[in-house]
């Protein structure tokens, strides 16, 4: 079956730590997301890629990295610049179908900084 | 920009009674409305969904119709279950933001009691 695989589902770093968060998907989909939940806010999008080789900053992309060198893959790295980086991680992609875009999430990964 | 505004929770409910969550939204032009499901630990799932003014989205009983004049999508569904206990998301794509960007409500919990 198709889908989004983001691993790992929980994730413990020290603080001042760099780590990557793992999202695949086997889709085909163009575009893959990054959004970060917290607790009464919702999900904001950190970054987004809409093709191979190109991303965009989202509302919240501070401390944060992504790269896109595969259509199936987009890596998020947490840097330590990001001050608060303890949340609740979703990666998704989408696919455009007669003007209409269907979007399919992850099941999300929980860092934890300590 | 484009945003959504959905009631905060948490909403609490015993079973079998009738369900409201109010979404509002602000697009310069017209968007397609969604409303996600989010199961404890989980990553959201597409519960239904509405492309143009008038369109009524349903699936497992909930229900939401595109309401332009009060730029509204409500969700409701006549029966709650015990199992309908989850975090609730309304959200954006399009209208007159980038097309395949996800825009979210702070999302809504219920929580159903038997």
């Known amino acids: 079956d198709g889908g989004i695989t983001q691993s790992p589902k929980y994730l413990f770093r020290k603080e001042g730590q760099n780590v990557t968060l793992s999202c695949e998907q086997n889709?085909?989909?163009?575009?893959m997301y990054w959004y970060r939940q917290d607790p009464g806010q919702g999900l904001r999008l950190i970054y987004y890629s809409q093709i191979v080789n190109d991303f965009q900053k989202g509302d919240i992309a501070e401390g944060y990295s992504v790269s896109r060198e595969k259509k199936e893959s987009f890596p998020l790295t947490v840097t330590s610049a990001q001050k608060n980086p303890t949340a609740f991680y979703l990666c998704a992609s989408s696919i455009e179908v007669d003007g209409n875009y269907g979007y399919t999430f992850g099941s999300g990964t929980r860092l934890t900084v300590v | 920009g484009n945003s959504v505004t959905q009631m905060e929770g948490p909403v609490t409910l015993s079973e079998e009674a009738f369900l409201t969550i109010n979404c509002t939204y602000t697009a310069t032009g017209y968007p397609s409305l969604f409303w996600y499901v989010q199961y404890p630990g989980e990553g959201l799932q597409l519960l239904l969904k509405?492309?143009?003014?008038?369109d009524k989205g349903s699936n497992k009983g909930f229900e939401a119709t595109y309401r332009k004049e009060t730029t509204s999508f409500h969700l409701e569904k006549g029966s709650v279950q015990v199992s309908d206990s989850a975090v609730y998301f309304c959200a954006l794509s399009g209208g007159g933001g980038a097309t395949n960007k996800l825009i979210f409500g702070t999302g809504t919990l219920l929580a159903v009691q038997p």
């Open positions: 889709l085909n989909h163009d575009a």
């Open positions: 509405a492309t143009k003014a008038d």
